[in-house]
């Protein structure tokens, strides 16, 4: 939509556009009076179709400078009631600002919204953020994979400034996530037959080298000698051979590039949050294989994994938190050939505890148990958080609103929540019981990796990952296979990847 976005602050150049805010059924307030010398925002909010409806835009135009002939737009945004306004809901009249933007060609906007923040006593950090992140998300694109055969766009560089230096400040933060989000939607857009396990320790590894991140890729005879059961057997198939890939970020100092050792035995570590995503870079459901045109889109099944990447960018550059915070990506794809595992196979974990596959499309599970492990053993987990787009069935149960959390520690919940309120990633609580977990027991393993009742696929899925995490590690697991695609553009969203989850991570993070 836009070439590039950035936010000016010191010497601007003068505004093209000044964004103002009215609530509905209020009149301007007094510091956005100001910008309207001779009358023309409020006679434009003297027309019908200016409710000041959340998301409706009215515009005007003043004279761009005493005297002067030329002139400037005035987008006069709906803020909707005011007892109801949340500086959250920025984020989507951004995105309606950005879309008009978009069409008008203009490149320098002035966002004016102190007047209006301070009516409701919102912060305006806060609703700068909101705007930013409106802007950055509603502006992505990826055009990478277009060809001869469509015309190269004309796009805007567009230049955001506000009078304001807290707004501008928070403007930035925003504009900044959204960055971090926009490469996880990036990665997620990337095509299977590009984006296989080795690819994404490439883009693992470009995004250590950049931000001083300690990095590691264990691949081949690596994943025997650290017996990754669920890697090695869901990637077999695939000539795209699997891989966990290790992301770690310091704070207030470089971690060691390249791929040294990784300091084992996990009292010798700092407490660390660990960040763990499911990276299937193509689900076909292996020989379990997905019918009815199920796998179409499955090139997303690596969301989690893209999600996690993203929050590292974001951790790196922009949150900084004193912990320090590692990342592990389970990487495979799950295809068909004669090496593929089958159902009926028994699988031994580094923790002992063998999983008999009931179904070979129950596959992420499968792959998140190596990294779980690993992560209690080697990483001395503060809490861990695990991103999956894990089960169909967490579609049927909350649609593309909620995604579904499991997590049966309080504190970690709150934070969880508290993180998502702040980012607008929503996750509803889903339950955990016994009853559950014996619904995994296997007669001939110890665990099935699904049971064929049909019953709770989300729950199940959450079932299995409790039996790889030590007791006592605060968990979490969030089902985001409704949540990582969006079906059209709705909010400060384009038809596609959302990047799910990296926001939220990154609040995670900045609550340390
Ligand atoms: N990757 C899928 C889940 C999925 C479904 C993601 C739709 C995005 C959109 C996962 O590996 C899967 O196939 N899950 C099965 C589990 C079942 C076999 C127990 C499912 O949900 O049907
Ligand atoms: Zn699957
Ligand atoms: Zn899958």
């Known amino acids: 939509m836009f070439e590039s976005i950035r936010v000016v602050s010191g010497k601007q150049s003068p505004p093209e556009v000044i964004v103002l805010g009215v609530f509905q059924g209020e009149k301007l307030d007094p510091a956005s009076l100001r910008y309207d010398a001779q009358n023309s925002v409020q006679t434009a909010l003297a027309r019908a179709e200016a409710t000041g409806e959340a998301g409706r835009l009215v515009e005007a135009f003043v004279p761009a400078s005493k005297g002067s002939t030329a002139t400037r737009r005035i987008i006069i945004a709906g803020l909707g009631k005011k007892d109801a306004f949340s500086p959250g809901d920025l984020r989507t009249t951004a995105a309606a600002i950005g879309r008009r933007l978009a069409q008008t060609k203009e490149k320098v906007v002035s966002v004016e919204l102190t007047g209006p923040l301070r009516e409701v006593k919102a912060d305006a950090m806060e609703g700068g953020r909101a705007f930013g992140e409106g802007l950055g998300l509603v502006g992505w694109?990826?055009?990478?994979?277009?060809?001869?055969?469509?015309?190269?766009?004309?796009?805007?560089?567009?230049?955001?400034?506000?009078?304001?230096?807290?707004?501008?400040?928070?403007?930035?933060?925003?504009?900044?996530?959204?960055?971090?989000?926009?490469?996880?939607?990036?990665?997620?857009?990337?095509?299977?037959?590009?984006?296989?396990?080795?690819w994404m320790a490439e883009q693992a590894e470009k995004l250590a080298k950049e931000f001083g991140l300690g990095f590691?890729?264990?691949?081949?005879?690596?994943?025997?000698?650290?017996?990754?059961?669920?890697?090695?057997n869901v990637g077999k198939a695939s000539e795209n051979k699997p891989c966990m890939i290790r992301l770690e970020y310091i704070p207030g100092g470089k971690a060691k590039g390249g791929s040294g050792p990784v300091k084992k035995k996990a009292g010798n570590r700092p407490e660390t949050a660990v960040l763990i995503g499911k990276t299937m870079t193509y689900d076909t459901g292996g020989l379990s294989l997905k019918v009815n045109n199920g796998m179409v889109g499955m090139?997303?099944?690596?969301?989690?994994?893209?999600?996690?990447?993203?929050?590292?960018?974001?951790?790196?550059?922009?949150?900084?938190?004193?912990?320090?915070?590692?990342?592990?990506?389970?990487?495979?794809?799950?295809?068909?050939?004669?090496?593929?595992?089958?159902?009926d196979d028994v699988i031994t974990y580094r923790n002992g505890v063998t999983v008999e596959v009931t179904n070979t499309d129950a596959e992420g599970r499968l792959v998140l148990a190596d990294a779980l492990c690993w992560a209690c053993e080697n990483e001395n987990p503060a809490f861990i958080v695990e991103l999956s787009t894990l089960t169909g069935g967490v579609v049927t149960a909350l649609g593309s609103t909620f995604a579904g959390m499991f997590c049966e520690d309080d504190a970690l919940r709150h934070r969880l929540e508290q993180a998502s309120a702040?980012?607008?990633?929503?996750?509803?609580?889903?339950?955990?019981?016994?009853?559950?977990?014996?619904?995994?027991?296997?007669?001939?393993?110890?665990?099935?990796?699904?049971?064929?009742?049909?019953?709770?696929?989300p729950i199940q899925g959450a079932a299995f990952l409790y039996n790889f995490v030590k007791d006592g590690i605060p968990f979490a697991h969030i089902d985001i296979a409704g949540v990582h695609v969006s079906d059209d553009a709705s909010g400060p969203f384009v038809k596609g990847p959302t990047g799910w989850g990296v926001r939220m991570l990154a609040d995670l993070l900045a609550q340390e």
């Open 299 to 343: 090139k997303r099944d690596k969301d989690g994994g893209c999600a996690v990447l993203g929050a590292m960018h974001a951790i790196a550059s922009t949150v900084k938190p004193d912990t320090p915070v590692v990342a592990l990506l389970a990487a495979a794809e799950n295809s068909i050939s004669d090496e593929a595992y089958r159902p």
């Open 141 to 198: 694109t990826c055009d990478r994979f277009k060809g001869k055969g469509t015309d190269a766009p004309k796009r805007t560089s567009l230049e955001v400034q506000s009078t304001d230096d807290t707004l501008a400040a928070g403007l930035g933060y925003g504009l900044a996530l959204a960055r971090s989000t926009n490469l996880a939607r990036d990665l997620s857009q990337t095509p299977p037959n590009v984006a296989t396990p080795a």
């Open 422 to 457: 702040i980012s607008g990633e929503r996750v509803w609580r889903l339950p955990m019981h016994k009853e559950y977990r014996d619904m995994m027991k296997s007669p001939i393993a110890d665990i099935v990796n699904s049971n064929p009742n049909r019953k709770a696929h």
């Open 216 to 232: 590691k890729v264990f691949s081949g005879k690596e994943l025997e000698k650290e017996r990754f059961a669920g890697l090695i």
